[in-house]
């Protein structure tokens, strides 16, 4: 058994996102510096009449630039953190597949794709017990949500008396889109297999008030309710060795 990683581009992007931070969380002082500069230039070469010195038009270059920079800032910030976050999951995720690459082939950031249709699967495990796909989520907070809303509800409490309420793409049904197009693959290459998909939340404070009716809706918080079910799994249709060869090397190639 091997684990297969594919390389995460958000890693790149999140340095990339880094540097414009320290650029535009930089420039406001460096504007305000020249702008500083000029006024002491301008006053010194009209000591002798100073009423004419004042460069209002500066002032209001530097200050419009200063509002864009920090509002550049704010944005690249949440961008930042939105995929900082999922770079934590997906460290969650490596550290449960270390523990079963015994037991399964385990693929991480496989691309999927059929015709029209894409999308990118966290892990993918592939073992005697069956077949299954996890999709990581690394928020906080209390998540509610069921199986058919086309969106979940996030609440956040913080410390200071703050409340905050966001709202998140149904993963439910993202998995549930992953796992038809990775069946779309399997099945043009002649193969038929269940596969048992899981949402696993792995940031150890989030709550999840969920009501879910689907047995196939899996949702598991924490690694370790995650390690739980995966130790317990067994596929309600085992799969033939000529498919488990046949499919490990369909995700290889994905990879």
């Not at 009449?49 to 800032?73: D, E, H, K, Q, R």
């Not at 894409?118 to 990581?136: A, C, F, P, Q, T």
């Not at 002649?190 to 792995?202: A, N």
């Amino acid at each position: 058994m091997k684990v297969y990683k594919s390389r995460n581009p958000n890693k790149f992007k999140i340095g990339a996102l880094f540097v414009m931070q320290v650029i535009f969380g930089s420039l406001p002082a460096i504007l305000f510096i020249i702008f500083a500069v000029d006024i002491m230039r301008r006053a010194s070469e009209n000591a002798e009449n100073p009423a004419t010195f004042p460069n209002y038009i500066g002032a209001y270059v530097s200050a419009a630039a200063i509002v864009l920079c920090a509002i550049a800032y704010f944005i690249l910030g949440r961008r930042y953190n939105v995929l900082l976050s999922g770079v934590k999951g997906e460290r969650s995720l490596e550290r449960i597949a270390k523990k079963y690459r015994n037991e399964y082939d385990i693929f991480i950031n496989c691309r999927v794709q059929y015709k029209h249709s894409r999308s990118e699967v966290d892990m993918i495990m592939l073992g005697k017990n069956g077949l299954i796909i996890i999709e990581v989520k690394n928020h906080s907070g209390t998540v509610i949500g069921t199986d058919t809303d086309e969106k979940w509800t996030q609440y956040k409490h913080y410390k200071d008396g703050r409340n905050t309420e966001a709202e998140m793409k149904n993963p439910i049904k993202q998995i549930t889109r992953q796992r038809d197009i990775l069946k779309s693959i399997l099945h043009a290459e002649g193969v038929d297999v269940w596969i048992d998909s899981i949402v696993y939340f792995s940031n150890p404070l989030t709550r999840l008030k969920l009501s879910l009716k689907s047995k196939s809706s899996i949702v598991c918080s924490g690694e370790k309710e995650l390690e739980q079910f995966i130790s317990t799994y067994h596929s309600p249709r085992p799969i033939s060795k000529k498919d488990l060869e046949k499919i490990r090397n369909i995700l290889t190639s994905l990879i």
